[in-house]
């Protein structure tokens, strides 16, 4: 059963992405050369991660803009949820930010950059009042609050917000908070601290998956769309098989297995980036 309230924030959130063109407010908290910092929230002890870098694509890639992006901007421009909204960036939530996918044997999660806590705040207050989710829970390292009548959280500090989805269900309100505690804890050491994701970084790839089930050699995967057509892979060799492995992990985030090889590169822009958006789907169901 999907809960239409929060089917309406996640498409809302993700369609303020693609549609926006006001710059991305630059998320320095920590002090690392990557491409983006977004990642410095992600626990170490993942066992799947995805960053899909959304305003590098913008930036680099030359060619037709993702259809599945389309249908967000449409159904965003649809949707009453922001009708109170009189501009794009009212609810604080950064435009063109990176999206990141990951998870750990007890939740799902997927981060956006802020580029106001204040305005964010506001937003949810406003959620709250109009009956989408309880009120507001103030942490000393962060704030969340909880969609009525789900497992679903939004959590939000050092200018990134989490949405996470538990896996079991009635989850007391410790095990909540001791997930949210381990993405939120500032530390400096998590998976942005591993030199196989800072080599990615540096060389300009625009996705990157990790499954820390892979080979060790094949932990860290990363897709390049301006090299070759159909895509250029780092961490893996250009065999069909391997392709296909990483399409299936990628696919697996939306609860999909069906992968097409033979994508070329704006099929395959398009395929990352309408998994990475159908993950919001899922969560917006009980």
Same mark, same amino acid.
């Given at each position: 059963?999907?809960?239409?309230?929060?089917?309406?924030?996640?498409?809302?959130?993700?369609?303020?992405?693609?549609?926006?063109?006001?710059?991305?407010?630059?998320?320095?908290?920590?002090?690392?050369?990557?491409?983006?910092?977004?990642?410095?929230?992600?626990?170490?002890?993942?066992?799947?991660?995805? !960053?899909?870098?959304?305003?590098? #694509?913008?930036?680099? *890639? $030359?060619? %037709?803009?993702?259809? /599945?992006?389309?249908?967000?901007? &449409?159904?965003?421009?649809?949707?009453?949820?922001?009708?109170?909204?009189?501009?794009?960036?009212?609810?604080?939530?950064?435009?063109?930010?990176?999206?990141?996918?990951?998870?750990?044997?007890?939740?799902?999660?997927?981060?956006?950059?802020?580029?106001?806590?204040?305005?964010?705040?506001?937003?949810?207050?406003?959620?709250?009042?109009?009956?989408?989710?309880?009120?507001?829970?103030?942490?000393?390292?962060?704030?969340?609050? !909880?969609?009525?009548?789900?497992? #679903?959280?939004?959590? *939000? $500090?050092? %200018?990134?917000?989490? /949405?996470?989805?538990?896996?079991? &269900?009635?989850?007391?309100?410790?095990?909540?908070?001791?997930?949210?505690?381990?993405?939120?804890?500032?530390?400096?050491?998590?998976?942005?601290?591993?030199?196989?994701?800072?080599?990615?970084?540096?060389?300009?790839?625009?996705?990157?998956?990790?499954?820390?089930?892979?080979?060790?050699?094949?932990?860290?995967?990363?897709?390049?769309?301006?090299?070759?057509?159909?895509?250029?892979?780092?961490?893996?060799?250009?065999?069909?098989?391997?392709?296909?492995?990483?399409?299936?992990?990628?696919?697996?985030?939306?609860?999909?297995?069906?992968?097409?090889?033979?994508?070329?590169?704006?099929?395959?822009?398009?395929?990352?980036?309408?998994?990475?958006?159908?993950?919001?789907?899922?969560?917006?169901?009980?």
């Amino acid at each position: 059963m999907v809960d239409k309230g929060f089917r309406r924030i996640a498409i809302g959130m993700s369609a303020i992405v693609a549609l926006t063109s006001i710059s991305v407010g630059v998320y320095l908290y920590f002090n690392f050369k990557s491409r983006s910092s977004l990642p410095v929230i992600v626990p170490a002890n993942v066992s799947k991660f995805a !960053q899909f870098q959304t305003r590098k #694509i913008r930036d680099n *890639y $030359k060619g %037709k803009s993702p259809a /599945f992006l389309d249908s967000i901007t &449409t159904w965003f421009a649809k949707s009453p949820y922001f009708d109170f909204c009189t501009e794009a960036a009212q609810p604080g939530i950064a435009l063109y930010s990176d999206l990141i996918y990951f998870e750990n044997p007890d939740a799902q999660f997927l981060a956006l950059s802020l580029t106001s806590e204040s305005r964010f705040s506001s937003f949810l207050d406003s959620l709250a009042k109009r009956g989408f989710t309880h009120n507001q829970i103030r942490k000393e390292k962060y704030n969340y609050i !909880q969609i009525r009548d789900t497992s #679903i959280y939004i959590a *939000y $500090k050092f %200018k990134a917000v989490v /949405f996470m989805k538990i896996k079991s &269900t009635n989850a007391p309100v410790e095990k909540v908070e001791a997930l949210l505690a381990e993405v939120f804890s500032g530390k400096t050491d998590g998976l942005i601290a591993n030199k196989e994701l800072q080599n990615l970084y540096n060389n300009n790839a625009h996705f990157i998956f990790y499954n820390a089930q892979n080979p060790p050699k094949q932990k860290f995967i990363g897709a390049n769309f301006l090299q070759s057509d159909p895509f250029a892979l780092e961490n893996v060799t250009t065999s069909p098989e391997n392709k296909k492995q990483m399409l299936q992990e990628v696919a697996s985030i939306s609860g999909k297995t069906e992968v097409n090889v033979n994508m070329n590169a704006p099929e395959t822009l398009n395929f990352l980036f309408e998994n990475a958006f159908g993950f919001l789907k899922t969560i917006s169901k009980k």
